[in-house]
Antibody, heavy 120, light 108 residues
Framework: EVQLVESGGGLIQPGGSLRLSCAVS????????MNWVRQAPGKGLEWVSV???????YYADSVKGRFTISRDISKNTLYLQMNSLRAEDTAVYYC??????????????WGRGTLVTVSS | EIVLTQSPGTLSLSPGERATLSCRAS???????LAWYQQKPGQAPRLLIY???SRATGISDRFSGSGSGTDFTLTISRLEPEDFAVYYC?????????FGQGTKVEIK
C-alpha cells in the first residue's frame, strides 16, 4: 500500500529543536520530489521544504537556516530537523509527494500530518 | 515569489447550486504547474484538479477547472453535501511552491 506516515510532533518550548519523520511505503523516496507542507491552526497551507530526487534541497524563507530536510534511503524515510523553533512554527506538518504525470506537476500523496506546538 | 489570491474567502451556497472559485496569480503561471485541492476538517488536502483543468483519478465530473496565465477558476457544477470544504489553488515556480489562502464553501 502506498502511504506516508508522519511522526515526531509534540509540544516544544521556543528555541527548542524537534525532528519530524515521514515513513514511506509503496514507492522509493529517492526517485521522487518529497516535501514538507505545514498548516497553522485555522490557517491555510504553507510549503516548507523539498528534497529533489537528486538530493538538492530548498526551503521557504520563513524556515531557511533553521530547518533541514533530509532522507534515509535505506529506511525510505524523510526527515525535517527543526531548530530554533518559534511560536509561529506551530502547525500540522504534512509530508507530501510532488510528481510529474500527464505532462503536469502536482502533489498526489499526502500523509495525515503531525502536530507541532511551540509554547512555553 | 508568485502570490496566489483566492476569492471569495467564503462562499455560502445551498446543495444543488453552482460554485465558482477564483485564483489569481501575481504573475503568469504555467498551467502545467497549477493545481486545486480540497481539504475537509481534520484531513489532509486531496488533489482535485491538475494542469489547471484535468481531473484527478476518482474525482467527480461535477468538478472542473479552467483558466490560464494569471486567472484560474474551479467550478463545482451542483454542490453535493460532501463538497462543503475548503479549496486551495497551488502553483510551482523557481523551486518554490505557493498556495492560495483558500476558499471555504459552506452550507447556506
Amino acid at each position: 500500500e502506498v502511504q506516508l506516515v508522519e511522526s515526531g510532533g509534540g509540544l516544544i518550548q521556543p528555541g527548542g529543536s524537534l525532528r519530524l519523520s515521514c515513513a514511506v511505503s509503496g514507492f522509493t523516496i529517492s526517485s521522487n520530489y518529497m516535501n514538507w507542507v505545514r498548516q497553522a491552526p485555522g490557517k491555510g497551507l504553507e510549503w516548507v521544504s523539498v528534497i529533489y530526487s537528486g538530493g538538492d534541497t530548498y526551503y521557504a524563507d520563513s524556515v531557511k537556516g533553521r530547518f533541514t530536510i533530509s532522507r534515509d534511503i535505506s529506511k525510505n524515510t524523510l526527515y525535517l530537523q527543526m531548530n530554533s523553533l518559534r511560536a509561529e512554527d506551530t502547525a500540522v506538518y504534512y509530508c507530501a509527494r510532488y510528481v510529474w504525470g500527464s505532462r503536469n506537476w502536482y502533489f498526489d500523496l499526502w500523509g495525515r500530518g503531525t502536530l507541532v506546538t511551540v509554547s512555553s | 515569489e508568485i502570490v496566489l489570491t483566492q476569492s471569495p474567502g467564503t462562499l455560502s451556497l445551498s446543495p444543488g447550486e453552482r460554485a465558482t472559485l477564483s485564483c489569481r496569480a501575481s504573475q503568469s503561471v504555467s498551467s502545467s504547474y497549477l493545481a486545486w485541492y480540497q481539504q475537509k476538517p481534520g484531513q489532509a488536502p486531496r488533489l482535485l484538479i491538475y494542469g489547471a483543468s484535468s481531473r484527478a483519478t476518482g474525482i467527480s465530473d461535477r468538478f472542473s477547472g479552467s483558466g490560464s496565465g494569471t486567472d484560474f477558476t474551479l467550478t463545482i457544477s451542483r454542490l453535493e453535501p460532501e463538497d462543503f470544504a475548503v479549496y486551495y489553488c497551488q502553483q510551482y515556480g523557481y523551486s518554490r511552491w505557493t498556495f492560495g489562502q483558500g476558499t471555504k464553501v459552506e452550507i447556506k
